[in-house]
């Protein structure tokens, strides 16, 4: 399952406890991401909030740029990477017996005078781990295709030395 809502998700979360070892910890931690989830739901927590929580994840674009009600940025193309295993949540995954890999992605925050801010993500089609984000974070609506292409003009009209990538 890819594609979750508000209550889908808790369930999915609980679902890759399965190669648990531990049956207290996995008693535990099915109690823990209920009533977390529950609580996440029942407060309505805010965007600033959400952002806060998140906010170390974000700058991965360099430069952003409103044209045509488009955007553009420069940037890396993301491959998969762990989420930091030297610490609680490492210990935590382990003990899960769940994977810490991320699927490729870039953060991003969009803002424009008079809107709020939205901040999102994209994740690279065909990256490792889009059916099983440590995080939960992917959604399919949110995977796009990176196109590949020689080194020529880029996008933005600057001579590209190196092969680059397009998102549309």
């Not at 508000?6 to 099915?30: H, N, W, Y």
């Not at 003990?95 to 993500?121: D, E, F, N």
């Amino acid at each position: 399952m890819r594609q979750f809502d508000e209550k889908s998700i808790t369930q999915a979360v609980i679902g890759r406890l399965s190669e648990c070892g531990d049956p207290r910890f996995k008693s535990i931690m099915t109690s823990l991401i209920t009533h977390l989830h529950d609580f996440v739901r029942e407060v309505k927590l805010t965007e600033p909030e959400w952002l806060a929580a998140i906010q170390f994840l974000t700058g991965a674009g360099q430069r952003a740029r409103k044209s045509a009600r488009s955007y553009w940025f420069r940037s890396i193309r993301p491959t998969f990477h762990p989420v930091p295993t030297d610490g609680p949540v490492g210990r935590m995954l382990r003990k899960m017996g769940r994977h810490p890999y991320r699927p490729g992605h870039i953060h991003m925050i969009v803002s424009a005078a008079g809107h709020l801010p939205v901040t999102t993500h994209l994740f690279v089609a065909g990256s490792q781990y889009l059916d099983s984000d440590a995080v939960f974070g992917m959604k399919e609506s949110l995977v796009a295709q990176f196109d590949r292409h020689p080194p020529g003009v880029g996008p933005n009209g600057a001579r590209m030395d190196t092969p680059f990538y397009t998102v549309n």
